[in-house]
């Protein structure tokens, strides 16, 4: 452990902690009000809940730093079948908050699997594919077979529905496959079996779409420009009054607890709108470093990705960086109106235990790859000598 310690990658490190405290610190600040107005708990209810969350998720994620990768291939394949289980259960047992029945209610904790299921798509995409490029003779099926469980946790994900997660499931499964060093007649094929998927995926929703959802969420994705024309409507008051927050913030905030916005004009302030609050309190300057401290941890993990010296790692750390920036993208890009909102969580900021423990534990994972990748061109050098 302590050689494990020694090469550990403190830049991000010190990333993941300066912004898990910002993170918790701003939750307190978010959640206060609504605390005690609408909750009726105390003020540091979501802070402590969060509090306890992100520090079992670290101790859980020095645990991860230990396991090589390698080992994942005894577990991935029970995991993603219990996550299949889980999102199948959910419609029978799963508490239905925000009109999508997406969370168990575990009475200290609500746990999502969603948030689970996009790690563990990724470990499973990441062990299948490495085992499989050993193969003389990749067949059709090979390739294919991952896609369609692919596929059943997209399905599952979107009836809930949860847009945003599915959407999220679609990418990072996309993303992988497209960078496989397979041949070129295969991908086309499964490009031309997945082009065919989505224009049946769209004529449904085209034709039974009001059978299968709410009226107002097929709304709030047709419908997300000017929100403030429609500030009395479901698919504007939010994000309108994101706007309002961060123009009440200006440059430098009008100081930490200071937010007006977060008086229930903005009833997720604590969760996917805690950017405007952010840029309300502390300026569009902080806000602004927010997004470059996220890119910088970005542009690191990109840089373990590239050394890595497996199909497996390489999966796993290209994986990891699509899961984070489709979070960073869709949340700031939705409370901003430029997409539709779908309430996707921002990483270590928004209040959410089991999406911070997934991230964290992502990220440790990063770190665990990037321990290998330095061990690994250890060995080349001792070879050479």
Same mark, same amino acid.
């Given at each position: 452990?302590?050689?494990?310690? $020694?090469? /550990?990658?403190?830049?991000?490190?010190?990333?993941?902690?300066?912004?898990?405290?910002?993170?918790?610190?701003?939750?307190?600040?978010? +959640?206060?009000?609504?605390?005690?107005?609408?909750?009726?708990?105390?003020? #540091?209810?979501?802070?402590?809940?969060?509090?306890?969350?992100?520090?079992?998720?670290?101790?859980?994620?020095?645990?991860?730093?230990?396991?090589?990768?390698?080992?994942?291939?005894?577990? +991935?394949?029970?995991?993603?079948?219990?996550?299949?289980?889980?999102?199948?259960?959910?419609?029978?047992?799963?508490?239905?908050?925000?009109?999508?029945?997406?969370?168990?209610?575990?009475?200290?904790?609500?746990?999502?699997?969603?948030?689970?299921?996009?790690?563990?798509?990724?470990?499973?995409?990441?062990?299948?594919?490495?085992?499989?490029?050993?193969?003389?003779?990749?067949?059709?099926?090979?390739?294919?077979?991952?896609?369609?469980?692919?596929?059943?946790?997209?399905?599952?994900?979107?009836?809930?529905?949860?847009?945003?997660?599915?959407? /999220?499931?679609?990418?990072?499964?996309?993303?992988?496959?497209?960078?496989?060093?397979?041949?070129?007649?295969?991908?086309?094929?499964?490009?031309?079996?997945?082009?065919?998927?989505?224009?049946?995926?769209?004529?449904?929703?085209?034709?039974?779409?009001? #059978?299968?959802?709410? $009226?107002?969420?097929?709304?709030?994705?047709? #419908?997300?420009?000017?929100?403030c024309q429609r500030y009395s409507d479901v698919t504007g008051y939010q994000v309108c009054n994101g706007y309002i927050a961060i123009k009440n913030g200006g440059l430098t905030g009008v100081g930490l607890g200071e937010s007006t916005q977060k008086y229930l004009y903005l009833p997720e302030a604590h969760t996917d709108f805690i950017f405007p609050i952010i840029c309300e309190e502390l300026g569009l300057i902080t806000g602004i470093l927010v997004v470059i401290g996220y890119f910088i941890m970005l542009f690191l993990i990109l840089n373990v990705a590239k050394e890595t010296d497996t199909l497996r790692n390489s999966i796993l750390a290209y994986g990891i960086f699509t899961y984070l920036l489709a979070h960073i993208l869709i949340n700031l890009l939705?409370?901003?109106?430029?997409?539709?909102?779908?309430?996707? @969580?921002? @990483?270590?900021?928004?209040?959410?235990? $089991?999406?911070?423990?997934?991230?964290? /534990?992502?990220?440790? /994972?990063?770190?665990?790859?990037?321990?290998?990748?330095?061990?690994?061109?250890?060995?080349?050098?001792?070879?050479?000598?």
């Amino acid at each position: 452990m302590k050689k494990i310690l $020694s090469n /550990i990658h403190f830049p991000l490190l010190i990333l993941m902690i300066i912004y898990s405290i910002f993170g918790l610190l701003m939750i307190f600040s978010a +959640s206060s009000v609504a605390a005690v107005l609408r909750y009726q708990v105390p003020t #540091n209810y979501f802070f402590i809940r969060q509090l306890i969350w992100v520090v079992i998720a670290y101790i859980v994620g020095f645990v991860v730093l230990i396991i090589p990768t390698k080992m994942y291939r005894f577990g +991935s394949r029970i995991a993603m079948f219990g996550i299949l289980f889980l999102l199948c259960f959910i419609f029978a047992a799963g508490s239905i908050f925000g009109g999508a029945q997406s969370w168990y209610d575990m009475g200290f904790f609500n746990f999502q699997p969603t948030e689970l299921a996009k790690v563990v798509l990724i470990v499973y995409l990441a062990v299948y594919y490495h085992k499989i490029a050993s193969k003389k003779n990749i067949t059709f099926w090979n390739l294919i077979f991952p896609l369609l469980i692919a596929v059943v946790v997209f399905l599952l994900i979107a009836l809930q529905p949860d847009f945003g997660g599915a959407f /999220i499931i679609a990418v990072i499964t996309a993303l992988i496959f497209f960078s496989l060093p397979i041949a070129k007649n295969h991908k086309k094929t499964i490009y031309k079996v997945g082009l065919g998927g989505a224009v049946i995926l769209g004529i449904t929703l085209v034709f039974f779409g009001q #059978n299968i959802f709410k $009226s107002y969420q097929i709304s709030r994705l047709l #419908n997300f420009t000017e929100p403030c024309q429609r500030y009395s409507d479901v698919t504007g008051y939010q994000v309108c009054n994101g706007y309002i927050a961060i123009k009440n913030g200006g440059l430098t905030g009008v100081g930490l607890g200071e937010s007006t916005q977060k008086y229930l004009y903005l009833p997720e302030a604590h969760t996917d709108f805690i950017f405007p609050i952010i840029c309300e309190e502390l300026g569009l300057i902080t806000g602004i470093l927010v997004v470059i401290g996220y890119f910088i941890m970005l542009f690191l993990i990109l840089n373990v990705a590239k050394e890595t010296d497996t199909l497996r790692n390489s999966i796993l750390a290209y994986g990891i960086f699509t899961y984070l920036l489709a979070h960073i993208l869709i949340n700031l890009l939705g409370v901003l109106g430029l997409i539709p909102l779908t309430g996707v @969580p921002l @990483p270590f900021l928004s209040y959410g235990g $089991s999406y911070n423990l997934c991230v964290i /534990i992502s990220l440790f /994972i990063i770190q665990r790859i990037h321990y290998e990748n330095k061990e690994a061109i250890l060995r080349k050098k001792i070879e050479q000598l």
